[in-house]
């Protein structure tokens, strides 16, 4: 086993994996990520490990590899062809046979594999010319997909812990920090708050001890950012916390991630403990002197526990509860000592920033939003997955041509941004260019970049309904306005959609959200309301229609619709009447169908069965 | 010594003091429900709320729970003030508009009736109780339970406890009487609303024990005030 105690040895042991690397070699590169593993990719592997026949792994001829998720989630099992870079989707255990002969032995292209762009039906061969890839610019989940996250020697084979090095032996403290901040790199757990200015502050802070923490909690419905990262690159995470802790003065960190992501903990597991054999984490790292260790705290998969104080409660022991600030955690955190806490993408920044500058980070980015947004793209729109975009980049063009656009023949009409706490944006301002400063105005936020599109089928007060029900379950209950606060909107909400809403309730919803918004002790509760106040702003007229019309204009609320079936259009076919759970719809064979409304439960099964698109919805 | 401004009035009062200590302590009113003298304060229920001048606009911060500063100028009685301490007003009025103290406490801040509907229960989860239990007898016989509008005071497992000792300390510290003593038989009194009916320690601090403490005549009491 290596023991790296300089720079020197370090790169000397990069060299001699550089040299062992055949970039002809042929290798299959699987997605192993969380979706791909639910979608059969590790009986994909057993299955091209058997079609190999011995051929497969480091002796023989072709190198099998399990990487993280490059982030199209839906199209998996991804297996991508090297040295051509030929990308297959959707693959399942039994094209194994078809990849190894066919591809793999005559180099013939499989077109079922291949994806399909929705709008022109066009076949993609290569990984690099897919729209969403070539779209996107990938800096921080560069090497998702790429890599085996399981080997620290694919890390460092594309310049791992090179940072490290030059942080330890070519900066002082303070020259970290000075690069941190003038790169701009803005906190990417949601609030974007400057990075460097917050290591300085925990810099500065006279202390025996003193802590960082990697914020993995990632509790938004929706947001798989962290983990996909987590288990794609671990390695960058560690890099970044050993550089941070070094700015910072820390002598011990922890990354808090939830137990619902057993993957990302056991690569992270895997990543600390080849750091730690290889004398890149623990005492005397890289023979500079420094010493740091990093452990794991898991988390019961509160929504709260992400919030800073609570999260650092809960890794004292006690009950995830938020406390009020000042003190703020670089002041007093952990155990009451300075301690800086960021989000898993704020730290595997850092490497990057160190090895190519922060004039390089600011290249990309608006004026004061620096470098990549990372958003999980999910609801009505064809492609659904992760990206990661510049700053800046327009709504319109991270949904439409990043994204795809809304699928079938339907209209876009408003993108719900930053999860649960985030805001909706309607369709006048797809042109706004994204970064921090601009979603607020909007009554949005960057928040972890969960992103989810709507479409002419999406009713808004259902949406602010279901973001709503999210918030007022996961608060602590601590503080009074968030407490009931959001238990009141919620009734409100909910009675709204049922039909019994009355004119005053959107004057109580306008009374009561500003109130929770200011008065809550932490971000929860402060940011709970959004979805309501944000719908309220840009879709009032739909608020009108359900209290004073008694209408869904959508046709999602229950309460408020009726199923018919269009005379012209039916045939007597019955096949409404037989999956009709409730026995609602009566007729003969080849006549008329009819729904009795008092027994419909609105379910919608009916339309969903009908061949004839023959049901109404009022 | 820190010198800041609470509605136009110069004040100097010693650091690590809290907003609400400095403007109780000269004499300016802020209405208050989980704070109590004699606990850590706690921040929860916000009808302390003020509004605090920055180079960004004004910030709505909790006064008990904030540390004064120097130089700060603050402000206990401005127009957003007054509608947040109403809307949280109405907010306990649906959930225990039936007691006198949030009645008076409600009335203070000119609200005697609620838009709003909550369960109803005495209880309003100030946590008095849980943090006098905790901080002044060391006890933690009871603690919050559950999360959200869910959240109860409670004994572990909401099942009956042996640490209870039946100081009665929470039912002093309860505002709205939600807490009350009770004598079941003529030696053993019980800690109403969670089960309690145990043979009790003695305090660590005072080394009281109910049991000497038991020839009281009536049935039923409220130990408060
Ligand atoms: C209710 C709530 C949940 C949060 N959840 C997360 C989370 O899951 N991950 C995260 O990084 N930050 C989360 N945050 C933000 C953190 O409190 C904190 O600001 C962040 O971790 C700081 O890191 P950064 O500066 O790198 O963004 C949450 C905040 C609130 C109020
Ligand atoms: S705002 Fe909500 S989550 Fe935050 S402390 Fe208050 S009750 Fe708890
Ligand atoms: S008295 Fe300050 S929050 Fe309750």
Redesign the pocket.
Known sequence: MKQLASPKELEAWRQEILAGVDPERPCLRVCDGTGCRALGSQELLGKLHEALNGDGGENGKVDVVATGCPGVWEQGPLVSVDPQQIAYMRVSPDDAEAIVNETLGTGEVIDKLLYKDPSNGEQIVKEPDLPFSSLQTRRVTALSGQIDPCRIEAYLAHGGYAALARALYDMDPEGIIDEVTRSGLR???????P?GV?WKFCRQSQSDEKYIIC??????PGAFM?RSLLEANPHSIVEGMIIGARAMGATAGFIYARSEYPLAVEHLNLALAQAREHGLLGENILGSGFNLDIDIRLGAGA??C???TA?MASIEGRPGEPRPRPPFPAQSGLWGKPTN????K?WSSIPLIIANGPEWFAEVGTEKSKGTAIFSMVGKINNTGLVEVPMGITLRELIFDVGGGVPGDKEFKAVQIGGP?GGCIPADHLDAEIDYDSLSKLGAIMG?GGLVVTDEDTCMVDLARYFMNFVQEESCGQCLPCRWGTRVLLDILTRICDGEGEPEDIGRLEELAPMVKVSSL???GQ?APNPVLSTLRYFRDEYEAHVIEKRCPAGICRGLITYEIDEEVCTGCMVCARNCPVDAISGEKQEVHHIDTDVCTRCGMCMQVCKFDGIRVY | MIALTIDGKEIEVETGRTLLEAARENGIHIPTLCYHEALKPYGGCRMCVVELETPRGPRVVASCTYPVEDGAVVHTETDQIGQLRKVAAQLLMARAGHTPFIQELAASVGVDSTPYTLPTDSCVLCSRCVRACQEIVGIGAISMANRGSDRVVAPPFSISSADCIECATCVQVCPTDAITLKLITDRNRTVHVWPSEFARGACRLCEYHADEWMDVGAQEQTVHG
């Open positions: 906190g990417r757990g949601g609030a974007g708050f990075t917050k914020n993995a909690d990632e509790g938004d962290d929504f709260v992400g919030e800073e999260l806490i960021n989000n898993v704020s706490s972890s932490c971000g929860l940011t």
